[in-house]
């Protein structure tokens, strides 16, 4: 009788630490330098998943906006869904900030930081 138990417990126990490790989750964008919850309106156009201990030690910092921490990523019942998983042992893309290319009406250089890949920034590109 104890030994059926013990094999419930065991099964249990192995879902309960399944369930546990997927619920850790945190998401990145393309192009950010900060961590989100699964629900932050950030994630909008990419959302690429990393789990929490993972990306702390990338450099991310957290969103300010849905702020992601340890507890709040466990309470998450929901698993990802449309996800795109990243490679293993490859660091996340970290894409600095670049001066627009573009120029204004009097000739002069664009000050504007842009993070896009054009190198113009949202008024020129």
């Not at 369930?19 to 989750?25: E, S």
């Not at 699964?38 to 969103?63: N, Q, V």
């Not at 340890?70 to 490859?90: G, R, S, W």
Request: aromatic share 10%; with cysteine.
């Amino acid at each position: 009788m104890f030994k059926g138990l013990s094999h419930v417990l065991l099964i249990v126990t192995f879902l309960a630490s399944y369930i546990f490790v997927d619920a850790q989750t945190c998401y990145v964008t393309k192009t950010g330098s900060k961590y989100h919850m699964p629900s932050c309106s950030y994630l909008k156009y990419s959302k690429i998943a990393y789990k929490f201990d993972e990306i702390k030690e990338a450099g991310y910092t957290a969103c300010s906006r849905c702020k992601p921490t340890k507890a709040k990523l466990e309470n998450v019942a929901q698993a990802p869904q449309n996800v795109v998983a990243p490679v293993k042992n490859a660091s996340p893309r970290r894409v600095n900030s670049v001066q627009c290319s573009g120029k204004t009406r009097s000739g002069i250089r664009c000050k504007r930081k842009t993070k896009n890949a054009n190198g113009y920034c949202y008024q020129h590109g």
